[in-house]
């Protein structure tokens, strides 16, 4: 498997805020990395500055081989690198399906293409076919969610960032989208996922780093760092 997504010794400031401090870490192609971490660690500014959203101050984060930290937004977006922000923000007076319809956008291919993509996320994600024609902000919390994977889903993603997907669901409804992360994943999409739920996260997850005020303080097997005594006490209250 070869390195998919690295970053190296990124910093970032929010006026004088120190936010990240010389962060590094790697996703290879197929994996599931997490980065687990309390409230404010920096989990959200660092999935900002991949996505291009946020300015660096210093360090590299090269996609694909490509140098990514200095191009726009919507460039990463087009290379396969595709963002499921906190907080979902769907489109509420716009329907499932129109909701969807927006992730092709900046897509290049034919209507046959995205089509065959309508297709494989309702194949996915059932629930949303069921409720295409319905406006986006009479679904509930998990299934807002869901179609916010569903819209990224349709850039033709070769990596996902999620942050935070499982913020403000119920435990049955965490456990659904976690499988859905499994199953797109397993569809052939690395994943990037931010979490505060770190035991979930640690399931689903090959790799882990967690994440405090700002700085990488462990890394490893996912497996491992959920039997780490420190990473138990500190996440997983136990
Ligand atoms: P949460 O889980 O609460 O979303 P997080 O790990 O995603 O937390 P960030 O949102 O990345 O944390 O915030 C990291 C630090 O940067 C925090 O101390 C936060 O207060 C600060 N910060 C974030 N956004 C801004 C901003 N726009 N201006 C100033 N400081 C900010």
């Known amino acids: 498997m070869g390195e998919m997504l690295s970053v190296k010794n990124i910093n970032v ?3 004088s805020i120190h936010a990240i401090r010389d962060v ?3 996703v290879d192609d197929g994996e599931i990395v997490t ?16 996505s291009g959203l ?12 490509e140098i990514i930290s200095k191009m726009e937004a919507h460039k990463i977006i087009r290379l396969g690198l595709s963002q499921v922000p906190e907080g979902r923000r769907v489109f509420s007076g716009l329907t499932v399906q129109q909701n969807l319809m927006l992730g092709a956008y900046t897509r290049r291919d034919g209507k046959e293409a995205i089509q065959n993509d309508f297709d494989m ?9 069921e409720r295409r024609s319905q406006p986006a902000g009479t679904l509930s919390g998990g299934e807002q969610q869901m179609l916010a994977i569903g819209r990224a889903m349709m850039c033709k993603p070769k ?7 499982s913020m403000g669901l119920s435990p049955l409804l965490v456990k659904e989208i976690f499988k859905i992360i499994r199953d797109v994943n397993r569809n052939g999409v690395t994943v990037l996922l931010v979490e505060q739920n770190a035991k979930m996260a640690l399931e689903i997850a090959n790799r882990a780093y967690v994440l405090e005020t700002g700085t990488i303080k462990m ?7 959920a039997n780490n005594i420190e990473v ?4 997983l209250g136990c």
Not at 35 to 50: F, P, Q, R, S, V
Not at 59 to 64: D, K, L, R, V
Not at 219 to 225: F, K, M, P, Q, V
């Open 121 to 129: 996320v309702y194949e996915l994600l059932p629930r949303l076919k």
């Open 54 to 65: 946020l300015k660096l101050q210093s360090g590299e984060i090269t996609y694909c081989g």
């Open 13 to 15: 400031f929010y006026g």
């Open 24 to 26: 590094s870490f790697h």
């Open 219 to 225: 890394e490893g097997d996912a497996h491992e760092l």
């Open 232 to 235: 138990r006490k500190a996440y």
């Open 159 to 165: 990596m996902l960032l999620l942050d935070e997907p």
């Open 35 to 50: 980065l687990i971490g309390a409230n404010g660690a920096g989990k959200t500014t660092t999935m900002h500055a991949i």
